[in-house]
């Protein structure tokens, strides 16, 4: 690893080198390296790239790191990932991707992932997105996340993309059984020309199951953002869709959350606001002696956060 | 008149016979009474089925009735009015239509409606759709209403639906000028099997302008409802969505609201909530002495006033 790979390590994953414990850290499409351990088994895919992630019954206080970095531009890397939880286990999974793309040409990743959670585990999974560079060379993510919670399950999912991604769309797809739950922390800033699309589908399938999506998003420069969801309640159930945006500069963000309650047991609730920083807020903060540009940065700091 | 037209007329546009000052009474297709005034001018259409309402510029305190009845089956009626309403002008105008079918065949009314507002005026539009009958014949309202207002111009339409329709298909447009304002206030109950589809693209172009959207729906039986919204800012605007939907029995809503901010300067809200009465509602009322269909029926008739 160079000093580049460490920077992105650091930046999409919170690592400062080789973690400890199930990790599998994936470069330009190969594998840079691999640690498997009994309660957390790595097992790579022989038909296409990718690996399965087993995390054994009971497995708590464990966490895997699978980062992926792209450093070289004319390259598209799609990968496969499918996790399998075990009943009762309870996990942390870290799992961004950082592209650095001095090129002239696009670099992309797409993670196509899958997770399987048995009866009442549970799962972190964060995932940040990063992009940096200084050619023309575009900078893309597609990621793609199926979730499968059956009873008692609790998936919290912590998406994070704070830079440099040229264009990225993101669709997470979910079906929450029995007293499961999903939790989705959405944070996102565009900024220059840069698109971003981001849809979930949730499928509220189980009696008493819930969900809880809140995007918090940052559009500046001439970027701009489409968020769209589709919360099907089939039972009685509980979801909530939370999509609120600040707008700078020439931006643009498009909201559409569609709710569908099927079952007359079905709650939903969705909300949204989308508008530019309240001039009483920067008068505050200006009125302590900030610049405009620190306010400014100040609120948006403090809204992502 | 029979006693059904003066029933219908009743419930649709709260008339005790014949209104005062202009209106424009049409029954199964054919006109059944027509006042002109001075102040509101109506001027049949020569090339199609329908009338021009011309409000003088500086016409206030006025109103102007112009009910649909339709009691047989078996009959479509598509009707195209145009209101031109003056500047500075405020009145009420009161658009009702009531079907009553006892045939097996189908009655349908659509009324195609638009409102040209001048700068500064201002116009409260009240449309109330209610079918009765015993047939087997559907009864349908297919409306869709335009609405242009200029500079300073404010319309608000409460449009109620509140019993008997099999099928309604509504669709609203509306252009808002610089400090133009809109509001809605829809109410909507269905039952049985019947379908209600309402549908809102709003662009909000002019500095300053706003529109207000308060969708409040009861379904009932195995009946479904489709709300949609676009909100569409296209500069320094401020708009608000709101669909409260309550579910009984086997029904289902289905809510989509859109928010468009192509403008930094724009600020979009939307909220939505689609659930069962709170128990806790029921039980309080329930403890006062009253039954739990009485509680109920307590509830649906606040929420919708």
């Known amino acids: 690893m160079d000093n580049l790979d460490k920077e992105l390590l650091e930046t999409i994953a919170d690592l400062h080198g080789i973690p400890e414990g199930s990790f599998n850290i994936r470069k330009n499409g190969q594998l840079l390296a691999r640690n498997s351990t009994a309660d957390i088994e790595i097992v790579p895919k022989t038909d296409k790239d990718g690996i399965d992630i087993i995390v054994k019954a009971g497995v708590t206080n464990r966490s895997v790191h699978i980062p992926v970095l792209l450093t070289v531009g004319d390259f598209h890397d799609t990968v496969y990932n499918d996790f399998y939880i075990g009943e009762g286990a309870d996990v ?55 979730i499968f919670l059956k009873e008692g399950a609790e998936f919290v999912m912590e998406s994070t993309q704070l830079g440099g991604v040229t264009y990225t769309d993101r669709k997470t797809v979910a079906t929450v059984g029995k007293k499961a739950r ?46 769209k969801s589709d919360m099907v309640g ?12 600040i707008l700078l500069g020439g931006a643009r963000i498009v909201s559409t959350p569609k709710i569908d309650a099927v079952s007359p047991e079905a709650s939903l609730v969705h909300e ?34």
């Open 92 to 146: 942390t999974i870290v799992a961004g991707c950082g592209i650095h793309n001095d090129s002239a040409c696009a670099s992309e990743h797409d993670g196509i992932h899958t997770f399987y959670l048995s009866e009442n585990s549970k799962v972190r999974y964060v995932e940040k997105h990063y992009a940096s560079g200084n050619g023309e060379g575009k900078k893309v993510f597609d990621p793609v996340t199926y």
């Open 234 to 245: 089939k039972n009685a159930c509980f979801g909530h869709v939370e999509c609120d945006g």
């Open 182 to 227: 999903l939790v989705v922390k959405e944070k996102l800033l565009t900024d220059g020309e840069e698109v971003a699309k981001t849809s979930f589908r949730v499928l509220l399938k189980g009696r008493e199951s819930s969900a809880d999506i809140v995007s918090r998003s940052v559009a500046k420069g001439n970027s701009s953002q489409f968020f």
């Open 272 to 305: 949204a606001a989308v508008g530019k920083i309240a001039g009483e807020q920067l008068l505050k903060l200006m009125s302590l002696g900030l610049s405009e540009q620190e306010a400014e940065d100040m609120i948006i700091q403090g809204f992502l956060n």
